[in-house]
């Protein structure tokens, strides 16, 4: 429990180091498995060990250790790998995002998993097929089931939007796109200030920053200097 507290107010390092010292008490493999995925997650979000991360990620989905993955772990774990290989600009995959929604069906875990897949094929959409339009297209499908059953995904999920709709007024300068951008960004913000979730509201703000200059409205030095003071601080 403190592991995985420590891993949700972002303090990561703390989270790797209680995780370790949980091994000296496992009682199964799954039980290692399981403190295993946290680790991996955990350098996951650093982002500064992502060969350790990617490694401990494929030993999870190797068949030696099938037996004992939990179906949630398994599948969080394919598609963490793909989300490292897009980081790193990498243009094959261990697993295609039809690889992915297929194993998810295969183990009846389809219906909770499918936005946290969705979410990294829009990405890979908009960066790798460089179809703006259709990634859009897919997240807002998306984002109205998630309005339906209120998950906490849904928030993330306006970001990316925000995010796509800026990429798209950087290309095209349409006006519609700007306003929807700076619309999805400040529902985002409305969730992040509530909940307490920094990662999500230094985002955020950084991307409207972005989206004003894109305008030519230059942010204003102490706000930015604020938020990049912030962000390290937390």
């Given amino acids: 429990c403190i592991a995985n507290l420590n891993h949700l107010i972002n303090d990561f390092d703390n989270a790797i180091l209680y995780c370790e010292l949980l091994k000296n008490k496992c009682r199964t493999p799954k039980d290692l498995i399981d403190i295993n995925y946290l680790i991996a997650h955990c350098l996951r979000h650093k ?12 030993d999870i989905t190797s068949s030696k250790s099938n037996l004992y993955v939990s179906p949630k772990n398994y599948i969080r774990s394919c598609y963490s790998i793909v989300s490292i290989q897009m980081m790193e600009n990498q243009n094959e995959f261990d697993f295609s995002f039809e690889d992915i929604y297929r194993l998810a069906d295969e183990v009846n875990y389809s219906k909770q998993t499918i936005p946290y897949i969705k979410r990294h094929e829009i990405r890979y959409i908009a960066t790798y097929k ?11 499908k998306e984002l109205i089931n998630l309005e339906k059953n209120q998950y ?6 306006y970001f990316e939007i925000a995010e796509l709709y800026r990429w798209s007024y950087d290309m095209n300068h349409d006006e519609t ?8 960004y400040s529902n985002a913000l409305d969730f992040a200030k509530i909940s ?4 999500l509201e230094s985002s955020s703000l950084m991307g409207e920053v972005l989206l004003n200059l894109d305008k030519g409205i230059i942010c204003n030095q102490e706000k930015l200097e604020k938020i990049i003071a912030e962000t390290k601080d937390k």
């Avoid at 307490?196 to 990662?199: A, I």
């Fill in 152 to 157: 906490r995904i849904k928030y993330d999920y």
């Fill in 130 to 140: 460089k179809d703006i339009n259709a990634a859009i297209s897919l997240a807002e």
């Fill in 177 to 184: 796109h700007w306003k929807l951008s700076k619309k999805y």
């Fill in 196 to 199: 307490g979730d920094y990662n």
């Fill in 47 to 58: 982002g500064t060990d992502n060969f350790m991360a990617i490694k401990m990620f494929r």
